[in-house]
Structures are given as structure tokens and as C-alpha cells.
């Protein structure tokens, strides 16, 4: 119920009800300059959207810890989560502003979030250099604090296996994925190209 609450509050909805889609989206502003590694600028106010995990359609961890066959599962769903995006938008007038994705690697110590850094890279996502005003996306003392819990929460209630300290102990690394590149590696042509080459395949 307070995942619902927040929602609503922030804006975060569903694209899809597809149960291999892992994102939420949320409509915001960005909050500084920057170029993101492909060339698109990014200025403050541009409209960008944030990416959320949907704990519920997080594939769930074995007991036995992250699996190859578990780390192959969400791989794919990854990918799923981002072509129903590309998908998504295409047919979504009131988003033809979107310059770019934004994903906040939050999950754990400042290692772990390195490492998902260069995970997220295989889909396109690259980190870059952002000054946020207090209160955007990093938060400091207590608040910071309060949000660790409310995480720790969420992935206890949906994923009890990934629970543990290290999401106690969450560090920020953003990464962004610009608009252009996200239709040209999940967008219809890549859909077509694929199916191309799968028909080829046969």
C-alpha cells in the first residue's frame, strides 16, 4: 500500500502488462547539463524519464543466490522491458519530448553499483557526470536513510533472497540511455532486423 501511495504521489506508472516488464516509468525534468557519451545535450528542464524497477516482475532469486540460469532470465527481461519502451513511445504523442532514459543504479554498496554500472552498458546505458539539486535524486542524512529502508522493504517483501546490508548501504550512479539510441537498439527496426536474421536462421 505505501508503494501505491508513493506512486501516485511521484508519478511513476506502468507502460506495460506484459509480466516479463521490469521497468516503471516517471515523467521529470532533468536537473543540470550534460552530454550524454553519444553526442545528445541534455539541458536543465529538458523532460527526461526516470526508470523504476517493478519489484514484483523481478524474476525471483533462487535460494542458492544469482544463478547463471537467474542472471540469463532477467537478462531477458531486460531487453523485453526496453523493446515494450521503444514500443511504447512510438505510440505515446504526449512523450514525443523525452530526450532520454534515466536509471539511478541504487542497489547496494558503492561496488555493487559499479559493477551494475557495467552490467546496464551491455543494454546501451552509460554513466554520466550530473549535479543534482538537493532533494532530485540524491539525498543526504536522514532522508537518505529513510529511502534505504523503504528499499530494503520492497525487495524483502518481493524478493526475500536479494534482501541483505547491501541495500542498506545504497550508493547512487546514474546512467542514460538517449532517446535516438534506445529506437535504434530495441525500436521496430531492430525488431525487424531480428526477425530478419532469425528467418535466415531457418
Not at 21 to 36: E, G, K, N, S, Y
Request: charged residues 25%; proline residues 7%.
Amino acid at each position: 500500500g505505501l508503494d501505491r501511495w508513493l506512486r501516485r504521489r511521484q508519478g511513476v506508472f506502468e507502460y506495460s502488462d506484459n509480466p516479463e516488464c521490469v521497468f516503471r516509468i516517471q515523467r521529470v525534468q532533468a536537473d543540470a547539463p550534460l552530454t550524454l557519451p553519444g553526442g545528445t545535450r541534455i539541458e536543465p528542464g529538458m523532460p527526461l524519464l526516470n526508470l523504476h524497477l517493478w519489484n514484483e516482475h523481478v524474476p525471483l532469486m533462487p535460494p542458492e543466490g544469482a544463478t547463471v540460469a537467474w542472471a540469463r532470465h532477467f537478462s531477458r527481461t531486460l531487453e523485453t522491458s526496453l523493446r515494450l519502451l521503444a514500443d511504447y513511445l512510438e505510440n505515446a504523442p504526449d512523450l514525443d519530448d523525452i530526450a532520454a532514459l534515466r536509471a539511478d543504479m541504487r542497489l547496494g554498496t558503492a561496488a555493487r553499483s559499479t559493477q551494475l554500472v557495467r552490467i546496464m552498458s551491455r543494454y546501451g546505458f552509460e554513466p554520466a557526470a550530473d549535479v543534482l539539486r538537493p532533494g532530485a535524486w540524491r539525498s543526504s542524512g536522514l532522508h537518505h536513510f529513510g529511502e534505504n529502508i523503504l528499499i530494503f522493504m520492497l525487495v524483502l517483501a518481493t524478493n526475500p533472497v536479494a534482501a541483505g546490508p547491501p541495500v542498506l548501504r545504497r550508493d547512487h550512479k546514474l546512467v542514460y540511455l538517449s532517446r535516438a539510441a534506445l529506437e535504434r537498439r530495441y525500436g521496430r527496426a531492430w525488431s525487424e532486423r531480428d526477425h530478419t536474421r532469425s528467418r535466415k536462421a531457418c
